[in-house]
């Protein structure tokens, strides 16, 4: 017996079994009338009122096959829905008041010191900007259709910038999240206006502007800096060229799995708790949290579903947000803690060995499977120094895990994903080690 109830805590207090030596009767055996309908069966059908034909007609529909049916189903089914009724989360929603509560300007800030004379506050929007349509009600309605009016000059813009942002690096407007009397004045602002009012007149359509941006004569420049442009323009501001800049560390991480082949794209669901060092939470916790590791496809999710605490972030995600506040512009790392993280750290090599093994599944030569991993990282065709380069190096690694199979082993074991069947282990670990040197190359590891 299973306890489905949804107070936990609450006992079943008697329950009857009925038992019987008869094998012909089932849990289909219809039982005898109950004996309300026996007293309204000696009656003769023609004199039943309304009332004993009412109960004598519900007791013949509860004993046909298919209400027993029926109501089989429905038990299941709001079991199942009372299962999954207690995963449910519930959160807080908000509504507008019937009548409003006053709002007063405080004294010296002061919670029980309010303002009685002229200082009663109303609701409206800043007097800078375009105001309220005369016949909207002050609510957060009116303020949602007032950000997204023809007449509001931020809205289109700050999201056009931002989408600018993400291809160019920076924005039109340098300070993305300042578009006040503080923030940076735009460097192309007949450029930004043009934008915003193509993307309001496109109705908000997001792939069109982005086609528009990286199909641009702007954007399919050359990354190349000419002595000229490094003179007048050091910065970019003008355009001079392609942007280039390294990418966010949780875009390297997804790079990395992508390029192996692991990263899972399903999209949406709880957060996942891939590899971190052990001990992770130990030391701000007092040893009262500890971080437990998820397994399967949860591994390689990509970076934006992983579990995140404002007091200590993913340790590979350097300069990554804090989480505290709301941060709208990417930031970028330098610091040579990172590139010892993605050449050691489980990711990294876990994803260049399963890139290795799935090169090595081909019947492609060593030359041929360094050209198309060099093709798949860099977007282009490696020089014929490049391609000494990467043979030499394959060479020299299989000359040491040659000499030291243990260490070729211990490689093969790195991260839970299981070795692929029917390799050579000194073949899949030199692979795998000059695959994560070039994974982490400055072209590879940087947006040009």
């Not at 299973?2 to 009925?18: A, K, M, P, V, W």
């Not at 509860?62 to 519930?90: H, I, V, W």
């Not at 050091?234 to 692991?262: C, E, F, K, T």
Request: some cysteine.
């Amino acid at each position: 017996m299973r306890h489905r109830f949804r107070f936990e805590q609450h006992l079943i207090g008697t329950f009857r079994i009925s038992t019987s030596d008869s094998e012909a009767v089932t849990l289909d055996t219809p039982t005898a009338p109950p004996q309300p309908v026996l007293d309204v069966l000696v009656i003769p059908a023609q004199d039943w009122n309304k009332e004993q034909r009412e109960l004598v007609f519900e007791y013949h529909r509860r004993q046909s096959p298919q209400y027993r049916a029926a109501t089989r189903q429905l038990r299941f089914n709001l079991c199942e829905l009372e299962r999954m009724q207690g995963k449910f989360a519930d959160t807080m929603g908000m509504r507008e008041l019937d009548n409003p509560r006053e709002t007063h300007i405080l004294t010296l800030g002061k919670y029980d010191a309010p303002q009685r004379d002229n200082g009663l506050i109303s609701h409206g929007v800043p007097a800078s900007l375009p105001p309220l349509p005369e016949d909207a009600s002050p609510n957060r309605l009116s303020l949602a259709n007032w950000l997204v009016t023809p007449s509001h000059p931020l809205t289109a813009r700050v999201a056009v910038n931002r989408v600018w942002q993400q291809f160019f690096g920076v924005g039109l407007v340098e300070s993305p999240e300042d578009f006040g009397a503080q923030g940076k004045q735009p460097s192309h602002p007949e450029l930004l206006d043009w934008l915003a009012v193509d993307f309001q007149k496109s109705g908000w359509d997001t792939k069109r502007l982005i086609r528009q941006i990286v199909t641009s004569a702007t954007y399919r420049q050359s990354a190349l800096v000419t002595n000229e442009a490094q003179e007048s323009d050091p910065q970019n501001i003008w355009l001079s060229r392609a942007p280039r800049y390294r990418l966010p560390a949780h875009v390297i991480r997804d790079q990395a799995l992508y390029l192996s082949g692991l990263l899972v794209e399903k999209q949406g669901g709880p957060s996942v708790k891939p590899y971190q060092p052990p001990g992770l939470w130990a030391d701000f916790s007092f040893g009262k949290i500890k971080y437990t590791q998820d397994s399967g496809e949860s591994l390689y999710r990509r970076s934006l579903y992983t579990f995140w605490r404002r007091s200590l972030g993913p340790p590979n995600m350097f300069d990554e947000a804090d989480r505290k506040l709301c941060s709208v512009r990417m930031r970028r790392t330098n610091t040579p803690l990172h590139a010892l993280t993605l050449l050691n750290d489980i990711t990294y090599i876990e994803a260049a060995r399963v890139f290795a093994e799935s090169l090595l599944q081909t019947d492609m030569d060593d030359q041929q499977r360094l050209a198309k991993a060099f093709r798949m990282m860099t977007g282009r065709h490696a020089t014929d120094v490049e391609k000494e380069i990467l043979a030499n190096s394959l060479q020299v690694a299989k000359e040491h895990y040659g000499s030291n199979i243990e260490a070729a082993s211990q490689l093969l074991e790195t991260g839970d994903r299981a070795p692929a069947e029917g390799l050579d282990a000194v073949e899949v670990a030199s692979l795998a080690s000059v695959l994560n040197v070039v994974m982490n190359a400055d072209e590879v590891i940087s947006k040009e």
